[in-house]
């Protein structure tokens, strides 16, 4: 899909309109090839994820520019993030807007553990192997699939044979468990088809 941005130029001489054009394309393409927010005037607070596809060239100081953005996955989504925590080995937590979310989701160990598991909605969506020990962090990105243990990539520790990655939850309440106790964080945006 697109996103239009229709912008008005008026300017007292042809120069000073191209320089306007230059500032319009300069703040356009400011995420340079990456995807930015694009954040409608009239939903403050919600964004699409948007990347430039074209600006169109100017010929009189007076005139209209049709900015056009790519939406590559053209979800309305929260600015904010949304965040929940608990403590112990279960939480719940309620997703909002009108679709699914696939959010961050985090341990941070209490005490020595072999190994890891965590289901939502009795789902097991994410599995690793090995030790682990007390006060170390745990994270499952479930629309990237990485994984962190303390920041560091631990990709090669999931269990992939014992989980459902491709999980996402519909929008109201879950419940998060986890098989080792701890510090429990989920992270997410809501998000409108």
Same mark, same amino acid.
């Given at each position: ?7 008005? !130029? ?29 954040? %409608?005037?009239?939903? %403050?607070?919600? *964004? ?12 009189? +100081? ?20 949304? +965040? *929940?925590?608990? #403590? ?10 009108? *679709? ?5 989701? *985090? ?9 890891? +598991? ?30 962190? !243990? ?13 989980? #459902? ?17 701890? #510090? ?10």
């Amino acid at each position: 899909d697109e996103a239009i941005i229709r912008v008005n !130029i008026a300017a007292r001489t042809y120069d000073e309109a191209m320089e306007a054009r230059l500032k319009l394309a300069e703040w356009a393409a400011s995420s340079r090839n990456a995807t930015a927010e694009l954040e %409608p005037t009239h939903l %403050p607070g919600k *964004a699409y994820a948007a990347i430039l596809k074209r600006i169109p060239a100017i010929e009189n +100081r007076f005139t209209t520019v049709d900015v056009v953005f790519l939406l590559p996955r053209p979800v309305l989504h929260d600015i904010a993030e949304r +965040r *929940a925590a608990g #403590s112990g080995t279960e939480m719940t937590f309620r997703v909002g807007g009108t *679709a699914s979310a696939q959010p961050v989701a *985090a341990v941070t160990l209490t005490s020595a553990a072999e190994g890891l +598991r965590m289901t939502v909605d009795g789902i097991t969506f994410f599995a690793i192997g090995g030790s682990l020990g007390a006060g170390q962090k745990v994270e499952y990105n479930m629309r990237t699939g990485s994984t962190t !243990i303390d920041g560091v990539h631990a990709e090669n520790r999931i269990l992939y044979a014992e989980i #459902s990655p491709d999980i996402e939850l519909l929008p109201g309440e879950h419940t998060l468990i986890s098989s080792a106790a701890g #510090s429990l964080q989920v992270r997410w945006h809501d998000e409108w088809l």
